[in-house]
């Protein structure tokens, strides 16, 4: 069965960075765009941005551009996410979730497996 | 930046019908995807391209969308149906870029 399942909870300080790891097991990982979502304590759902696994590539929201880089592992089947230059602001819980492409359609996707999220906390 | 428009929060007794709302402007040409979130899980998708939903989703969960705005319905909500509910979507760069909306506290009670 399909697993993401991501490393443990985080402490940082101000101006660190931080890597949180993602684990897939239960099918092939370089068929799926992985994507990262983070949620602030009692805030929304914000999308970060995906690696294609496959390639490396990467394409990361506007707000994160320059500040988020997206990894991965092909052999062992591991996608990453560094955050840099935190901030408390970035106390977060940190989701990495699976894409399924719609089949016949461009750009259009969902979300079908998602990992168990990892908090990262962010103080002085 | 694209954006994606949701109240913040629904109430309605256990067996009404409640009805969350997402607008955006790439509406018309994107799917809206829509995630439960209960409190301290990761969200689960409840419904894919605008009305299809997944399997082991009950069938009170149905979506549609018209123009700009995108539609969850919870037809006979029930008390486990009390989450936050996100709509997702993707601007039309092509570039696979998303967005969720702000999410709709819904309040079974």
């Known amino acids: 069965q399909v697993q993401l399942v991501q490393s443990g909870a985080e402490v940082k300080k101000p101006g660190a960075s931080v890597k949180v790891s993602c684990k897939a097991s239960?099918?092939?990982?370089?068929?799926?765009?992985m994507h990262w979502v983070r949620q602030a304590p009692g805030q929304g759902l914000e999308w970060m941005g995906w690696i294609n696994p496959n390639s490396g590539g990467t394409n990361y929201a506007q707000k994160f551009q320059g500040w988020v880089t997206m990894t991965r592992d092909t052999s062992i089947s591991t996608a990453y996410m560094e955050l840099s230059r935190l901030r408390s602001d970035d106390t977060a819980v940190y989701y990495c979730?699976?894409?399924?492409?719609?089949?016949?359609?461009?750009?259009?996707?969902?979300?079908?497996?998602w990992g168990q999220g990892t908090l990262v906390t962010v103080s002085s | 930046s694209y954006e994606l428009t949701q109240p913040p929060s629904v109430s309605v007794s256990p067996g009404q019908t409640a009805r969350i709302t997402c607008s955006g402007d790439?509406?018309?040409?994107?799917?809206a995807y829509w995630y439960q979130q209960k409190s301290g899980q990761a969200p689960v998708l409840v419904i894919y391209?605008?009305?299809k939903r997944p399997s082991g989703i009950p069938e009170r969960f149905s979506g549609s969308s018209s123009g700009t705005m995108a539609t969850l319905t919870i037809s006979g909500a029930q008390v486990e149906d009390e989450a936050d509910y996100y709509c997702y979507s993707t601007d039309s760069s092509g570039n696979h870029t998303g967005v969720f909306g702000g999410g709709t506290k819904l309040t079974v009670l």
């Open positions: 790439a509406l018309p040409k994107k799917y």
């Open positions: 239960g099918y092939t990982f370089t068929g799926y765009y």
């Open positions: 391209e605008d009305s």
């Open positions: 979730a699976r894409e399924r492409a719609v089949v016949g359609a461009t750009a259009e996707y969902y979300f079908d497996y």
